[in-house]
């Protein structure tokens, strides 16, 4: 059982946790994450370290309640625990001998740039943070990125922030201001990682993103989390989830995600009537 130490509301549907789990902690990195069960009957559900305390023995998780699980956890409270928390999965970033990057969140990717831009940053190189919202409201990790950046950018699909745009148009607007970048880290929805890497392959700049497909198992037995990645077949749990964004094939990623989409609806929708019922 893993005990919830803290939980922080960031907006209407996304929440932060930091959970008490040592042997995550010791051995967590940037770009890698976790896998959860609230309970017994729970799913298995992967969501990036967001932060970790080596010394409080804790890992930090930011996650919207979008489906039946992440409902449930959102529903614990300080002082309550969980099932499962089993980690860290996957392989960590590289991100040494860098010497000026540009770090992209896309809404909830924000909480995974986080830590590459954290680790860039600590690693002496210049960091360009770049997030963006669909308006203020949905706004997270703000001062957070301004602490571990030389330079942040907020955007919002509306510009009720006052900066109005996509993080495409601030990528663009930074590359034409004459910054050079050696490196460019993007994490958001599938269709926003697409369209900066066809930003980056046009100015020749190596770019990592994170692929976050279904998984199950966490461990490649399943083959759930199958992406094609220069021609190859690849599985985001034990190949990722950092990838070389020019070479992924995100056309077929997000046919595959478009594939679930149905039976996420279908569990949601069991899921408030058994509310319904317990009530």
């Known amino acids: 059982m893993y005990k919830i130490l803290k939980k922080k509301i960031l907006s209407d549907s996304i929440k932060l946790m930091e959970i008490h789990a040592p042997l995550v902690a010791k051995k967590a990195q940037a770009g890698q994450f976790i896998i959860f069960r609230v309970d017994e009957k729970g799913e298995r559900v992967p969501l990036t370290i967001a932060d970790y305390d080596r010394e409080k ?10 489906g039946k699980s992440t409902i449930k956890l959102g529903q614990k ?5 969980i099932l499962d928390f089993l980690g860290p999965l996957g392989n960590p970033s ?3 001998g860098y010497k000026k990057a540009a770090v992209i ?14 680790t860039l940053y600590n690693l002496g190189c210049e960091v360009h943070a770049i997030a963006g919202f669909r308006n203020k409201d949905l706004i997270i990790l703000e001062d957070e990125l301004k602490q571990i950046s030389h ?5 919002t699909d509306d ?3 006052g900066t109005k745009g996509f993080v495409t148009d601030i990528l663009k607007q930074l590359i034409a201001e004459g910054n050079k970048y050696d490196l460019v880290v993007a994490i958001g929805p ?15 700049i190596k770019t990592i993103i994170s692929m976050n497909p279904i998984m199950i198992d966490g461990t490649g037995m399943c083959g759930g989390c199958r992406i094609r990645v220069g021609g190859e077949t690849k599985f985001a749990c034990v190949d990722g989830p950092d990838f070389d964004g020019h070479l992924v094939d995100f056309d077929d990623a997000i046919k595959r995600q478009a594939m679930y989409k149905k039976f996420e609806k279908e569990a949601l929708h069991q899921c ?8």
């Not at 409270?77 to 625990?81: K, L, N, P, Q, S």
């Not at 330079?151 to 955007?155: G, K, L, Q, S």
């Not at 599938?190 to 020749?204: F, H, N, S």
């Open 94 to 96: 590289h991100l040494e």
């Open 190 to 204: 599938l269709m926003m990682m697409k369209a900066v890497c066809d930003i980056t392959r046009e100015y020749g």
């Open 159 to 161: 510009g009720s922030n």
């Open 151 to 155: 330079r942040c950018i907020i955007t």
């Open 105 to 118: 969140g896309g809404g909830l990717g924000t909480a995974i740039s986080y830590p590459q831009a954290k």
């Open 272 to 279: 408030r009537l058994e509310g319904m019922k317990n009530a």
């Open 57 to 66: 023995g804790s890992v930090t998780i930011i996650f919207q309640e979008v």
């Open 77 to 81: 409270e300080e002082g309550e625990y």
